[in-house]
C-alpha cells in the first residue's frame, strides 16, 4: 500500500516528529511505501488565496495545489500526523484541508445535497496530546473532534474508513514516550488492518 504522511508541526525534531518517524517505520517493516507532505519545511501556504475561488465556477485550481491533489490521489491510505492545539489540527493543516480539498475535487455541493468525491480509502489520524486522557472524557474534546474531523470534514469527502489515535498526556515521563512511539510503530506496521465502519454491525465497538 502506498500511504500519504501530512505532518504538520514547526519542528521536526519534536516528539510529534518522533511519531511520524515510529509510524513511517511501522509501516516499512510492513512493505508500506510512504510519501511525506512536510508543511512546515515544503512552505505550504494554508491561507485561501483568492485564486482559490475559481472552485465555485468550476475553473481550474492553482498549480500548487493541484500537486497537492495529485499527490493524495496516489495514495491508497493517508496519515494526519500532527499535535492537537485548541482540540483540533494545527492552523496549517486546517489551511491544507481547506485548500487541498476543495470543491470538484473532495467534494460536490448542491443546496439540494453534497456528495464525497474522495476514494475511500484508510486514513489515520494519529496526533499528540498535552491533557490527559481523563480531561477529554470529561469534556467530550475527543467526542467534539471526531464530530468535527471524521464525520465533519473527512466523511463528508467520502472517507469514512477513519481510525484516530490521540496519543494523551505528552510530557516528560520517558516510559509514557517510549509506549507512545510503540503505539505509533503499531500504527504503521497494522495501518488500514482496523475494521471498516461498513462492516460493523450496529452497537458494535471500533477499535483503532
Known amino acids: 500500500m502506498h500511504i500519504l504522511a501530512v505532518f504538520a508541526h514547526p519542528v521536526r ?7 511520524l518517524d515510529a509510524f513511517l517505520e511501522g509501516a516499512a517493516e510492513a512493505g508500506h511505501g510512504t510519501e511525506t507532505a512536510d508543511l512546515y519545511r515544503e512552505g505550504f501556504e494554508p491561507r485561501f488565496q483568492p485564486e482559490d475561488f475559481v472552485q465555485f465556477k468550476g475553473g481550474a485550481m492553482p498549480e500548487a495545489i493541484r500537486e497537492e491533489q495529485a499527490r493524495a490521489d496516489r495514495a491508497e ?8 492545539w485548541w482540540w483540533s489540527f494545527p492552523a496549517i493543516l486546517k489551511g491544507w484541508i481547506d485548500r487541498v480539498m476543495s470543491q470538484g475535487w473532495a467534494y460536490d455541493f448542491s443546496p439540494a445535497r453534497s456528495r464525497g468525491q474522495l476514494a475511500d480509502r484508510p486514513v489515520l489520524l494519529l496526533a499528540s496530546a498535552g491533557s490527559r ?3 477529554y472524557r470529561k469534556y467530550r474534546y475527543d467526542d467534539a473532534m471526531a464530530t468535527q474531523i471524521d464525520v465533519g470534514i473527512l466523511g463528508y469527502c467520502g472517507l469514512r474508513n477513519v481510525s484516530t489515535r490521540i496519543l494523551y498526556d505528552v510530557n516528560d515521563d520517558a516510559a509514557l514516550l517510549a509506549t507512545h512511539l510503540a503505539e505509533a510503530r503499531r500504527c504503521g506496521r497494522e495501518f488500514g488492518r482496523w475494521p471498516h465502519p461498513a462492516t460493523l454491525k450496529p452497537g458494535a465497538v471500533r477499535e483503532a
Open 77 to 84: 491510505g493517508i496519515a494526519f500526523v500532527f499535535p492537537v
Open 133 to 135: 486522557e481523563g480531561t
Open 13 to 19: 525534531e519534536s516528539f510529534t516528529g518522533a511519531l
